[in-house]
């Protein structure tokens, strides 16, 4: 599979980037079978948090690999803390980074992370508290590159003040209907909703950054409201990405993916199926370049207007 740095760092990682939100619907041998076929394809960027399954999902991942230091030298690992549904809040405590970090590793049964992001927005971050939490971690060599996770620019300019190292990702909410970051900017100065600046253009702020943004549900519309692909309530997008599939002779999931790989952002979106066909598919979207007409198309046939 085509890869690209993430962030600043010298780090290479696949342009699709495995999500084990549900691998804890899986049994072990499906979740074995699952992952050697990811590995098999170039997926071996594997995106955890200790959210999914309160953990479990971490632990069945593990299990599923056969963790050793043999398959950790094949694998990326990347995972994330913060949100606390046990106390019902957000927490970037230095106490709680640190202390979730190590759970995680063990639960992983690995010595690090390449790759730890912070989940959510905390209102009570105390950035230098994140700072001290951070030097901990990197100096321990317990985590190699940090993150962060729906953050907006200001947010990580208040953390990189204080941070020594560079924020290589930011995970958004970003589909072919879900757009806001694309659509803002297309529609400056008009008088449309489509023209609202919703999170302090993300999207440009990333790339003057060098920041590497990972679109999540990317096939969802809404906040996991369902996906659009095959829904009928989107018949005109369907119509469309059906066209292009077919021009391409790929699923309209590979077109889905390929529409926000075309973005020249070098995005990795983080894939949440666990069905092994469709993470195929997913992966095939490497090799698939849009024209610009077909990523325009695409764009308007999902309600998106053009001023």
């Known amino acids: 599979m085509r890869t690209i740095k993430l962030g600043t760092s010298e ?7 495995v999500g084990c939100m549900r691998i804890n619907s899986l049994d072990q041998k499906a979740a074995e079978r699952f992952i050697q076929t990811s590995l098999e394809n170039g997926a071996n960027f594997f995106d955890h948090a200790d959210l999914y399954g309160a953990g479990e999902c971490e632990e069945i ?5 056969q963790m050793n230091d043999d398959v950790r030298e094949n694998l990326i690992l990347q995972s994330k803390c913060g949100i606390r549904p046990d106390v019902g809040t957000f927490d970037f405590s230095k106490e709680h980074i640190v202390q979730s970090v190590e759970k995680i590793l063990q639960r992983l049964k690995t010595d690090y992370l390449d790759v730890f992001l912070l989940h959510r927005p905390d209102a009570l971050m105390e950035p230098e508290e994140v700072a001290e939490a951070f030097d901990i971690l990197e100096s321990s060599g317990k985590v190699r590159h940090f993150g962060v996770s729906n ?9 990189s003040k204080y941070l020594k190292q560079p924020i290589v990702a930011n995970q ?5 209907t879900n757009t806001t970051m694309i659509s803002s900017g297309i529609n400056v100065n008009m008088e449309n909703e489509a023209a609202v600046n919703r999170d302090g253009s993300v999207l440009d702020y990333c790339r003057l950054k060098d920041i590497t943004i990972q679109p999540w549900s990317p096939f969802q519309y809404g906040f996991f409201e369902g996906v659009f692909l095959g829904n009928e309530k989107f018949p005109e997008l369907n119509k469309r990405i059906d066209e292009v599939a077919a021009k391409y002779e790929v699923s309209n999931t590979t077109i889905a993916i390929a529409w926000l790989l075309r973005h020249p952002a070098n995005m990795q979106p983080v894939i949440g199926t666990m069905n ?5 598919e997913c992966i095939k979207a490497s090799d698939v370049h849009l024209t ?7 764009y308007r046939s999902a309600g998106n207007i053009l001023p």
């Open 11 to 17: 780090l290479e990682v696949p342009v699709v980037a």
């Open 61 to 65: 991942f593990a299990d599923a690999v």
């Open 151 to 159: 953050q907006n620019p200001m947010q990580m300019e208040l953390l």
């Open 172 to 176: 958004l909410q970003l589909s072919i």
């Open 276 to 280: 092994e066909s469709r993470l195929l």
């Open 292 to 298: 610009r007409e077909e990523w325009y198309s695409i």
